[in-house]
């Protein structure tokens, strides 16, 4: 098969950044090219053309390619819900909800659709580019594994190995991770390269030589810190940049312990009369304040408690009283209302909790899931607005009479009397640029003049460039056959 696997010594070594600049860098050289992850865990998700959902990453990185994104291109995702628990979205489609014992007695089941998707999009490709999950050194995994060598050996694909020198210990971390590996999965790794070096990265080339000494493998460069990487879409709410400005229209947004599709913070982060601050636990939420966001959630009931333990409560009743604007998106409108009830017990233990109360809004947890792109008509200013929706439940009472948007001439959301607490199902709409810019306005934010999309496609290409200059590209896309 025409394809390459990047896998990492670990987690967040940079691996679903690269995958995006090479796939720039191939489409760039006239390749058709799609990316894949055959196992993805995160809860910041995409609703695909194909009305799925896969990785926001994948999602990037099909943007990088010059494609609309397709659930092939992700075709396990798991989302968790607790510590122990997670669902399990099998292209596209929720299939279950399994503690993590159970999900490794699943995983081997999973492995037919994960090729089926992997070898509908290598029949329809000049390439594809893989991107492991966490790191094949986790040998006690290896058993039924997927995500990393299981897949490889699977699909029959060379793998490069990355290091990621800014957490220290690189060296370690590759040599390592051939120490653990069996014989068999080591005659996979073809190479290696070194991500996220800060300075003048010719210091570590004993460092480097040293690696190649002891592994064998090939080195294919050494990739500086890319610094415009916080302007993509983010897949960890820990890579969301707080603004760095002590000035400007606070927004504060809270980060909550099972956070989704949070990718609604991105264009606000870019925003230079916006001070964005991510709010981590522990932390209150600041007495200057403009607007609290309450994010998505994959378990709103949970995080209810989680939101609760923290004191954001009463920081948000006390900012309510203040006057101060507080907009909930999804799982986070429906934490506003009063009362989340979940009788069958879909996100956790059945039962019903008190919401917040800000919304005279009741929620309940239903089996269907709502997935679709869509286009509504903001309430207060008539704009169309294009975002989507992702969420279980229904959403109604009386201040759904008063509506956040209309989609397909029906109200949608819900707003106070005395419109300052909001709350919508729609993600994504501060990616649309008349809507930001109108929605701001409406606070008194004059918003920037460049476009999201624009500023998204420029860094896609800006990565290529950085990728192309410091790494052996040409060596890297030859590996695949």
């Not at 960890?236 to 606070?250: C, E, M, Q, T, V």
């Not at 309510?320 to 999804?330: D, E």
Request: glycine share 12%; hydrophobic share 40%; aromatic share 6%.
């Amino acid at each position: 098969m025409p394809a390459l696997m990047l896998q990492g010594t670990g987690s967040n070594v940079g691996k679903s950044v690269l995958v995006a600049g090479l796939c720039r860098a191939a489409l760039r050289r006239g390749l058709k090219v799609a990316p894949f992850k055959p196992q993805n865990m995160s809860n910041n998700a995409a609703v695909t053309a194909d009305g799925g959902e896969i990785g926001r990453a994948q999602a990037l990185q099909a943007r990088a390619c010059g494609l609309d994104p397709v659930t092939d291109m992700n075709p396990v995702l798991l989302k968790p819900e607790t510590d122990v628990g997670s669902q399990v979205v099998v292209q596209g489609k929720r299939i279950a909800t399994v503690k993590a014992r159970e999900y490794a007695a699943l995983k081997p089941q999973l492995l037919t659709s994960v090729l089926d998707s992997f070898n509908r999009l290598a029949a329809s490709h000049d390439l594809v580019i893989v991107e492991g999950a966490g790191s094949p050194a986790e040998v006690n995994l290896r058993p039924g594994d997927i995500a990393n060598m299981g897949f490889a050996e699977a699909a029959d694909l060379p793998v490069v190995l990355i290091g990621d020198i800014d957490r220290g210990g690189v060296i370690a971390q590759i040599v390592g991770t051939q120490a653990v590996l069996s014989a068999q999965d080591n005659a996979r790794i073809k190479g290696f390269l070194i991500n996220k070096f800060r300075g003048d990265p010719t210091l570590f080339d004993d460092g480097y030589r040293m690696i190649s000494d002891h592994t064998g493998w090939q080195g294919f460069g050494t990739a500086p810190w890319f610094s415009e990487a916080w302007k993509l879409p983010a897949e960890d709410a820990l890579d969301i940049r707080s603004a760095p400005n002590k000035d400007g229209f606070h927004i504060v947004c809270l980060r909550l312990s099972r956070i989704a599709n949070f990718d609604d913070m991105d264009p606000l982060a870019q925003e230079p009369g916006v001070r964005l601050t991510m709010l981590g636990h522990g932390e209150p939420i600041p007495g200057d304040a403009d607007l609290v966001i309450l994010p998505g959630s994959k378990s709103t009931r949970g995080d209810l408690a989680f939101l609760r333990a923290q004191g954001w409560d009463i920081d948000l009743a006390a900012h309510h009283r203040r006057g101060g604007r507080i907009l909930g998106i999804c799982g986070g409108y429906q934490m506003l209302g009063q009362t989340v009830s979940d009788p069958a017990g879909i996100e956790g233990p059945a039962g019903t909790d008190p919401g917040l109360g800000l919304l005279d809004v009741t929620t309940t947890m239903t089996g269907d899931k709502r997935l679709t792109r869509t286009t509504a008509t903001h309430a207060a200013t008539g704009l169309p607005l294009s975002g989507y929706e992702i969420h279980i439940g229904r959403t109604t009472g009386p201040d759904t009479t008063r509506p956040f948007a209309t989609l397909d001439g029906q109200p949608e959301g819900a707003t106070a009397p005395d419109g300052l607490t909001q709350g919508s199902y729609l993600h994504g709409m501060f990616a649309d640029d008349s809507f930001r810019a109108a929605w701001l306005k409406a606070m008194n934010v004059t918003a920037s003049t460049s476009t999201y999309d624009a500023t998204v496609e420029k860094t896609l290409d800006a990565l290529a460039d950085h990728l192309e200059t410091h790494l052996d590209v040409t060596g890297l896309l030859n590996l695949a056959r």
